[in-house]
């Protein structure tokens, strides 16, 4: 079962800007959108941003998502260590009738 | 607040079964789809299962179809995942979440002889 396409890892330095991505296709992403996730080891994951781009109350503006074509983004400005996590994009898959998850990206924090 | 908190993992021998169990609470149950996602150790997050409000519409990933089961009792606020035929790639901790906007902190399975 195709998933989305996110890099392995990403590097940032302290207050930077990090921009994650994630790749999928017409089926999923491209009309679906994409969710995303936070998840510190050892935790569940944390909910950043719904399907719509919607961002829940409890999460900081310092988090935006947003989509152009296929590629689904997370945006995180003024990095600070507690954003040093794992993040997962999520659509659903309309061919697939499944979701389908991204295999994760690690974000380290300088 | 919203709860979630599952249940029935542990150690199995491949081809056994188990029947994890979700208790959901601090929110109208009958009102979410309800997902099953699962963590091999190590690794990334798979989505496993889930199902629409009312239990009429299941939808399950190509590696478990046929062998795994989603199910809800609205009456018991209460989420199932019915896990037959286990294989050792099935071993991982096994989350559920409502609408992926809030998390249960997992039940483990470990698939061993």
């Known amino acids: 079962q195709a998933g989305l396409t996110q890099p392995p890892s990403v590097s940032k330095g302290l207050r930077q800007t990090a921009t994650l991505t994630c790749t999928g296709n017409?089926?999923?992403?491209?009309?679906?959108?994409a969710a995303w996730l936070q998840q510190h080891q050892g935790h569940p994951p944390k909910l950043l941003s719904s399907?719509?781009?919607n961002r829940p109350s409890e999460i900081s503006e310092r988090f935006s998502a947003s989509r152009s074509g296929n590629t689904a983004s997370l945006t995180i400005t003024g990095l600070q260590p507690e954003d040093e996590a794992d993040y997962y994009c999520?659509?659903?898959?309309?061919?697939?009738?499944?979701?389908?998850f991204g295999g994760g990206t690690k974000l380290t924090v300088l | 607040e919203v709860q979630l908190v599952e249940s029935g993992g542990g150690l199995v021998q491949p081809g056994g079964s188990l029947r994890l169990s979700c208790a959901a609470s601090?929110?109208?149950?009958?009102?979410?789809?309800m997902h099953w996602v699962r963590q091999a150790p190590g690794k990334g997050l798979e989505w496993v299962a889930c199902?629409?409000?009312?239990?009429?519409?299941?939808y399950y990933v190509a590696s478990v179809k046929g062998r795994f089961t989603i199910s809800r009792d609205n009456t018991k606020n209460s989420l199932y995942l019915q896990t037959n035929s286990l294989r050792a790639d099935d071993a991982a901790v096994y989350y559920c979440?409502?609408?992926?906007?809030?998390w249960g902190q997992g039940t483990p399975v470990t698939v061993s002889s």
């Open positions: 999520a659509s659903w898959d309309s061919s697939l009738s499944a979701w389908v």
């Open positions: 601090g929110f109208t149950f009958g009102d979410y789809e």
């Open positions: 979440a409502k609408d992926f906007d809030s």
């Open positions: 399907r719509n781009n």
């Open positions: 017409s089926n999923n992403v491209g009309n679906q959108g």
């Open positions: 199902i629409t409000q009312d239990g009429s519409a299941k």
